[in-house]
């Protein structure tokens, strides 16, 4: 399994990242990156609907939708993003939560009993969700990605998430609301080490290299960075996408 760790913080970058290793590539991979602050809308959903943008424009919170469905989520340093894409199994569904066991262990590992929830997303004791996830698949492959609330600005996620004018609009995808709880908040309450952001996206890539052994560390190639800067341009930077509903 390719694996590879992202060495920008551009969400468009990053967006067009994944739809580069769904579309272009064969290969098993996970991809993980931390964003500079944004909201992420799903393909079907409005981001006026979903985002305060004048309040994100003040902020400099970039806004930006993905290839997925789902929901509308937020993303800072405090935050990281997990993306695992394979080759679809004849006859077999591709919308379980079996991709989810990697992050459950390594999570697990760590002293944070988490527990999937309904929608394939992860939760903490007490009802705090942790973990969305969306996915994307097509006719050969499939697209499974998440968050993970470790250190996030939950007043900032909570602002950003809260629209001026929430009325839906016609055609778009709402999102679920949850209660959240950061990762750090948790260990700190229960009288566990709670180290720094940075280090804890480092041990988690760490913990996983370990959990799934067959992973082969690489980076982007020259030529495929200039065709994934190509795909952010055409697409996940472009206004027309981005506020495409």
């Known amino acids: 399994m390719r694996f590879i760790l992202s060495r920008s913080t551009n969400p468009g970058f990053n967006l067009a990242a994944e739809e580069f290793l769904f579309l272009r590539l064969s290969e098993e991979t996970l991809f993980l990156y931390v964003n500079e602050p944004c909201v992420v809308v799903g393909c079907n959903q409005s981001l006026l609907a979903e985002a305060d943008t004048a309040f994100c424009?003040?902020?400099?919170?970039?806004?930006?939708?993905?290839?997925s469905g789902g929901g509308a989520v937020y993303h800072d340093a405090g935050n990281l993003n997990y993306c695992f894409l394979k080759n679809r199994i004849p006859g077999k569904s591709p919308l379980g939560a079996a991709f989810l066991e990697p992050v459950i262990n390594v999570l697990r590992s760590l002293e944070i009993p988490v527990e999937v929830g309904s929608r394939n997303d992860l939760w903490l004791p007490g009802g705090f969700k942790i973990s969305g996830t969306a996915s994307h698949v097509g006719k050969i492959r499939e697209l499974h990605h998440g968050t993970l609330l470790y250190d996030t600005?939950?007043?900032?996620?909570?602002?950003?998430l809260t629209p001026h004018s929430p009325g839906r609009i016609k055609a778009s995808v709402a999102s679920v609301p949850s209660p959240v709880k950061n990762i750090r908040r948790f260990l700190y309450e229960n009288g566990i080490e709670a180290m720094d952001a940075s280090s804890f996206f480092q041990l988690f890539s760490e913990r996983?290299?370990?959990?799934?052994?067959?992973?082969?560390?690489?980076?982007?190639?020259a030529a495929e960075m200039d065709e994934i800067g190509e795909i952010a341009d055409k697409t996940y930077l472009s206004t027309a996408w981005t506020f495409k509903k």
Do not use: V, Y
């Open 208 to 221: 996983m290299q370990a959990f799934l052994p067959d992973l082969i560390r690489m980076d982007f190639s």
């Open 153 to 160: 600005s939950l007043e900032r996620l909570q602002q950003a």
């Open 57 to 67: 424009a003040a902020h400099e919170i970039g806004l930006f939708r993905r290839l």
